[in-house]
């Protein structure tokens, strides 16, 4: 049974950071491309960034570009989300999700679907 426990959001000022995890289980976290997204009030989920299962690629969305960076620890099954420079406009959940394969591009990834979801970690920016 896949399990997805994001974790590390909270209340932060403009311009601070804050490290987002998320921990997996029931399937070889290793095998899976992982990917970042996040859900305002009101908005559609939007994908934030996305990781390779080794680690080596990764992207992301142009509304994050240069302040967010992914990252992964295959021995912990755990995925990050280091997000500096926070902005008002990044207070939204945000949850983590992936597949087994090869990841795709941002572009193609937007067509994928999910049968589980974790229950989200809030992040709030604000002053």
């Known amino acids: 049974q896949v399990q997805l426990v994001e974790s590390g959001g909270g209340l932060v000022q403009p311009g601070g950071s804050l490290r987002l995890s998320c921990t997996a289980s029931g399937f070889i976290f290793s095998y899976w491309s992982m990917y970042w997204y996040r859900q305002a009030p009101g908005k559609e989920r939007e994908l934030v960034a996305s990781?390779?299962?080794?680690?080596?690629?990764?992207d992301y969305a142009d509304t994050v570009k240069g302040r967010f960076t992914i990252s992964r620890v295959n021995a912990k099954s755990t995925v990050y989300l280091q997000m500096d420079s926070l902005k008002p406009e990044d207070t939204a959940v945000y949850y983590c999700?992936?597949?087994?394969?090869?990841?795709?591009?941002?572009?193609?990834?937007?067509?994928?679907?999910?049968?589980?979801w974790g229950q989200g970690t809030q992040v709030t920016v604000s002053s």
């Open positions: 990781i390779s299962r080794g680690g080596v690629s990764t």
């Open positions: 999700n992936g597949h087994q394969g090869p990841v795709k591009t941002l572009k193609n990834a937007q067509e994928l679907s999910y049968g589980h």
